[in-house]
């Protein structure tokens, strides 16, 4: 299993290294600016010979600005002089052999941009949106007083794209809090892509659909997108943050937390839970209810944060545990920061902690 996001999300903010005029310039006039500089260079390779490399920053340019069908247009004209120069003009195939290689290289590169039907630098930059648009999608905004909440994501590897994801939502009157944290199967891009899908749905779902439909529709879903790879884990969360009861259903996943002030500890709640999404049609998702008293917090986690190759799950929340009663001499801020951080499947899995708690 994975998680999605760095920590501190910097995968998720725009590139702002990333031009952001080219990709509303003319078409027009930015081919002919490039098939200019091409006929440019050439004429000053047979004036005064220059080497053909110098036509490379033209390429280059067209690859990361241009679609595929322009890019060909300027390959077209630049190997067909390249070839002139190497075969007719006799400048030899050996001395031009690193810039046709060269040339190869940029080609397969604008190729395997081509099949999202944007540009190197619009690419990255429609890529660079939707994680950030996935990040803005669970983003728990401003709590009512008293409340908190605050979550942390880190990806295995610093991986740009993984799996988990959480979608947040609050209701207009600041009375409730619904979030899902999920854990979808497998690991980068692929991963990635199929928390994109299933994040867009649940964020049609969740605070329009009863809170007790939520999982079973995720589930739904899944079963009709019949991913080769379709199964994931999931936590739902709904908080009545005016009584302070707290409803909680998993699929598959590891169990929630829930910190009790008045005695000092920690406790789970896996009285019931459904299997993971997607391996079951119309299975049935039980919940678990809890109150948050005042000084009160609860905890949801992905399995990175518990799981090693070495120990067991149990002994992976036992180990987790003893880092959050370490942690509450400071209080609860910081400490899904610090559970991510220190998580026991380290740089070889991907680690989410969303911690809520009441002052």
Known sequence: MSAILPNRFPAWTERHWLPRVAPSLDRAHLLTVILCSVFAIVVAHELWAIPLVTLLPPVLLATALCTIREVQL??????????????????????????????ALMYVLAASRSH??????????????????????????????????????????????????????VSRCGESLEMVLVDVSGKGQGAGTRALVLAGALGGVLGSAAPQRVLPMANDFLEREDWDEGFATAVHVHLDMVTGEATVASAG???????????GRWRPLDEARGPALGLQPG??????????????????????????????LDDGIDWMLGQAEAHLSQGFSGLAQRLVKQGRAGLEDDRAAVLIWRD
């Not at 109150?291 to 949801?300: K, P």
Request: overall charge negative; some cysteine.
């Open 116 to 169: 999202h039907g944007a540009a190197t630098f619009a690419g990255d930059r429609m890529l660079g949106d939707l994680r950030s648009r996935l990040h803005g999608m669970g983003e728990i905004r401003e709590l009512p007083c008293g409340w908190h909440a605050e979550r942390s994501f880190a990806t295995a590897h610093d991986h740009a794209f993984a799996g988990d994801f959480n979608v947040s939502s």
């Open 253 to 263: 996943h590891p169990p929630a937390m829930h910190y009790d002030a008045g005695c």
């Open 283 to 312: 299975a049935e998702y039980p919940s678990s209810r809890t109150v948050l008293q005042r000084g009160d917090a609860l905890l949801v986690y992905t399995d990175g944060i518990i799981e090693s190759r070495a120990r067991d």
């Open 74 to 103: 300027v390959f077209v004209v630049v190997l067909a002089y390249a070839l002139w120069a190497t075969v007719i003009a006799g400048e030899g195939l050996a001395r031009q052999l690193p810039f046709l290689v060269s040339l």
